[in-house]
């Protein structure tokens, strides 16, 4: 390998060696087709990651289609992904051969600013994504619908032995980002009451994680469609309607949180007339339009409105080692990688329970 001086000379073949195989988008249509491209080799503080499975967030969807407008083509999607160890460099110590691991939505940042030195690497303005963010060799990343990652070890986690790595995916991406704001805003607490909105792939898990905090929840949905299995497979306590006037006053000022998840415009209004005074609504969906505040409903009652990325990497650990504990995975439908485009369609229309897991390390190959 070339000097580090002479880095920038380097053509983009040598400093990405590694053929792996992977699935891309490659304009607007989102549609995913075979994409072959390379990786850097492992570097002293790399691990290198046989992916196996990778789930499919909604986030994977936006960009694909290029709805927050920052997309660069092509696109190698996926952070939700769980995988062994395949080779490990000098200075990494955490990992070994073999070894389960995961990696969510980040690969890199500065490790220096005031949120990585509080462990909030996900606010880094430097911060690397896993998928369609430029590298610090000026190079495009590539995410996990894809047969192999090298990947900084500080950005990998250790994989709970006792969880099934497929269930255990979307915890790298949903799963961090329910559990990182409902401890770091108080919603963990036993006997709060704690709004999930919108009962998809991150909503399913944040019932999941309230619940295992010791929580009341109750799921805000658009149809009751979902109510039942909310209630008896997801063990939510009580089930909201939001087009319902009568039901959704007779619960207003009754949470004390709400994890906002929806992924698509909607008017927050009667969400917020739901929390207690000094209630707070964390907005985790990212609609591709902007939303409509309405001020008085949170002025009348103190109420807080917030937003949150993910969560850093020792939060990330925690998160998964919590999972593990208590046995919390995602429910999940695998699918085969020439599936993908299928699944992308049934997830815009909200058709799954309650996330798409890519086969990777079964199908990929023949995709
Ligand atoms: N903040 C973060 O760090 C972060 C991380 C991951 C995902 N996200 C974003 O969170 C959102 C949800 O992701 P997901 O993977 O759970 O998606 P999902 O598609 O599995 O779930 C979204 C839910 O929103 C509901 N919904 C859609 N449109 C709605 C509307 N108009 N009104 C009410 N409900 C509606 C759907 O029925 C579904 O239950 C996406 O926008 C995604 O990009 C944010
Ligand atoms: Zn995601
Ligand atoms: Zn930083």
């Not at 920038?8 to 087709?33: M, Q, Y």
Request: aromatic share 8%; hydrophobic share 40%; with cysteine.
């Amino acid at each position: 390998m070339a000097a580090k001086e002479n880095w920038e000379k380097v053509s983009p073949e040598e400093k990405h060696p590694r053929k792996v195989f992977g699935l891309a988008a490659k304009d607007t249509s989102g549609a995913l087709s075979p994409f072959t491209f390379s990786r850097r080799n492992n570097g002293d503080d790399d691990v290198t990651i046989k992916i196996l499975y990778c789930g499919i967030c909604h986030s994977d969807l936006h960009t694909i289609k290029n709805e927050w407008k920052n997309t660069i083509y092509p696109i190698v999607p996926g952070h939700e992904i769980v995988g062994t160890v395949i080779e490990a460099g000098q200075n990494v110590q955490k990992f070994k051969v073999g070894d389960k691991v995961g990696v969510g939505c980040m690969v890199n940042s500065c490790r220096s600013c005031s949120s990585c030195s509080q462990n909030l690497e996900n606010y880094c303005p430097k911060m690397i994504l896993t998928y369609n963010s430029v590298n610090t060799d000026g190079t495009i990343t590539y995410g996990g619908y894809s047969d192999m990652i090298v990947v900084d070890k500080h950005f990998v986690v250790r994989f709970p032995e006792n969880l099934p790595m497929d269930g255990g995916a979307p915890l790298l991406c949903a799963g961090i980002t329910v559990y990182s704001p409902m401890i770091n805003f108080g919603l963990n607490e036993p006997g709060k009451h704690l709004g999930v909105v919108g009962l998809g792939g991150l909503g399913h898990v944040a019932v999941k994680f309230g619940k295992a905090f010791g929580m009341k929840i109750t799921v805000i949905s658009t149809s009751l469609r979902k109510k039942e299995e909310a209630i008896n497979k997801l063990g939510a306590d009580a089930f909201l309607v939001s087009s319902d006037r009568e039901q959704m006053t007779a619960a207003m000022g009754t949470m004390d949180g709400i994890i906002n998840t929806v992924s698509a415009k909607h008017d927050v209004t009667p969400l917020i007339f739901l929390l207690k005074a000094h209630g707070k609504m964390i907005m985790v969906g990212a609609p591709e339009h902007p939303l409509e505040l309405p001020v008085f409903p949170l002025i009348m009652g103190g109420k807080i409105l917030a937003g949150t990325f993910v969560g850093g990497m020792k939060a990330t650990q925690e998160m998964i080692d919590f999972a593990g504990k208590h046995n919390i995975t995602a429910d999940i439908e695998l699918i085969r990688a020439d599936y993908v485009n299928e699944a992308m369609e049934r997830l815009a229309k909200s058709d799954v329970k309650y996330r798409f897991v890519i086969d990777v390390g079964n199908t990929l190959a023949t995709a």
